[in-house]
T-cell receptor, first 114, second 111 residues
Framework: GAGVSQSPSNKVTEKGKDVELRCDPI?????LYWYRQSLGQGLEFLIY????????KSGLPSDRFSAERTGGSVSTLTIQRTQQEDSAVYLC????????????FGNGTRLTVT | RKEVEQDPGPFNVPEGATVAFNCTYS??????FFWYRQDCRKEPKLLMS???SGNEDGRFTAQLNRASQYISLLIRDSKLSDSATYLC????????????FGAGTRLFVKA
């Protein structure tokens, strides 16, 4: 079946521009996570959606970052006024309902801010 | 203290060696546990779940010690293709349950 889909796969943008990154989770998965990974570093948690509950935004690094999840499915991560330090791979993952469910990752969006 | 802690390595081992990775978690109410593998410039992929009784998948064995809040992964007969970063993952209670990743342990297997 279809896995987690992220688009675009690569994005190059100029400093100061806004970008939107999209994630299509696996159908029926209620949990959705966004992570960021800089080259050679570990996963940095950004935000977590679980069903209709209020999202856990505790990992968002600044108010330039925001995310939405519409209809419990597709999610968009928006970065406003991008900075060079925002350059990283942005990974989305989803999982079915249930505490014993592992995460399934998309291929990521590689963001480069010039 | 981090919620999930791993030895960052790197571990450099020859082909055929046995290597063990350790992981500790801070929340005793954590419910489920996993090992993921991440290759360079790729997304993490599930390697195996970790069950209370311990479990094995070919050359890989995972163990869980709830009393010590400790998880391990043993790789026997290492292959060059095992070179990757191994991530310890815990589902911990956090207003429901939330998936927490360790920083990962880097493994290099050399011929």
């Amino acid at each position: 079946g279809a896995g987690v889909s992220q688009s675009p796969s690569n994005k190059v943008t100029e400093k100061g521009k806004d970008v939107e990154l999209r994630c299509d989770p696996i159908s029926g998965h209620t949990a959705l996570y966004w992570y960021r990974q800089s080259l050679g570093q570990g996963l940095e948690f950004l935000i977590y959606f679980q069903g209709n509950s209020a999202p856990d935004k505790s990992g968002l690094p600044s108010d330039r970052f925001s995310a939405e999840r519409t209809g419990g499915s597709v999610s968009t991560l928006t970065i406003q006024r991008t900075q060079q330090e925002d350059s990283a791979v942005y990974l989305c993952a989803s999982s079915p309902t249930g505490v014993n469910s592992p995460l399934h990752f998309g291929n990521g969006t590689r963001l480069t801010v010039t | 203290r981090k919620e999930v802690e791993q030895d960052p390595g790197p571990f450099n081992v020859p082909e055929g060696a046995t290597v063990a990775f350790n992981c500790t978690y801070s929340n005793s109410a954590s419910q489920s546990f996993f090992w993921y593998r991440q290759d360079c410039r790729k997304e993490p992929k599930l390697l195996m779940s970790v069950y209370s009784s311990g479990n094995e998948d070919g050359r890989f064995t995972a163990q869980l010690n709830r009393a010590s809040q400790y998880i391990s992964l043993l790789i026997r007969d290492s292959k060059l293709s095992d070179s990757a970063t191994y991530l310890c993952v815990v589902n911990a209670p956090r207003g429901g349950f939330k998936t927490i990743f360790g920083a990962g342990t880097r493994l290099f297997v050399k011929a």
